[in-house]
């Protein structure tokens, strides 16, 4: 697998709509008390844990519950736009492997959440529970899977310089057209999927 130079996707909030799933949520068991309106909601905090209305220990601990229930992950939606794309990113250029922050434990159900949404099959790598570097991806890369093409994510975080010799693509829902074009005009001559 090290030789491979596909394409690497994150999954929460890339493929899979995490964050917004689990703030509807939160705000229904913790109300704010400004107007909520989960467009505003992602654009102002991100993630759940950041809405400082949530910082009680009963909603943070809420929010570690839902992030950890197998149910609850087999049936997060996807983000549309991915799915409608994604056969056709990954014809131009295979899907390599998924990497995500959740841990090991969640191996499993999100698997079998890729493969219910028809997702093409790869590699899930999750994160080692050890593990707290922001940039644990690149740096999984550059070590173990320097030749992927592409790191492709919602939010790419780097600590500075990298040696990841391969593109870094930020996804959100309103560029997946902007993702699917960059492939086709830039796609290596020598790909193949493992």
């Known amino acids: ?7 690497a996707f994150d999954i929460d909030d890339t493929l899979c709509d995490t964050a917004r799933t689990v703030m ?11 107007p909520f309106d989960t467009d505003v909601f992602l654009q102002a905090y991100g993630q759940p844990g950041h809405v400082p209305e949530w910082q009680v220990p009963a909603a943070q601990q809420k929010i570690e519950e839902l992030l ?28 390599s492997l998924y990497l995500t922050s959740r841990v090991h434990a969640r191996k499993e159900v999100t698997e079998q959440w890729l ?3 028809h997702f093409p099959r790869a590699p899930v790598i999750t994160r080692h ?5 922001v940039d644990w991806k690149i ?3 550059t ?4 030749d992927i093409f592409a790191l492709i994510d919602n939010e790419i975080i780097t600590s500075g310089q990298t040696d990841f010799k391969g593109h870094l693509f930020e996804i959100k829902r309103e560029n997946w057209q902007e993702l699917k074009t960059f492939l086709e005009e830039n796609k290596p001559d020598n790909l193949f999927k493992e």
Request: hydrophobic share 40%.
């Open 1 to 7: 697998m090290s030789g491979a130079n596909g394409l």
């Open 115 to 117: 493969q219910k949404h």
């Open 139 to 141: 740096q999984l890369l």
């Open 68 to 95: 950890n229930d197998d149910e609850f992950l087999l049936n997060l939606p996807p983000i549309e736009e991915a799915k409608n794309y994604m056969a056709e990113i990954d014809r131009l250029v295979p899907v």
């Open 24 to 34: 509807e949520i939160m705000h229904h068991l913790f109300p704010t008390h400004i």
């Open 143 to 146: 070590a173990k899977y320097p």
């Open 129 to 133: 529970s050890q593990v707290m570097e």
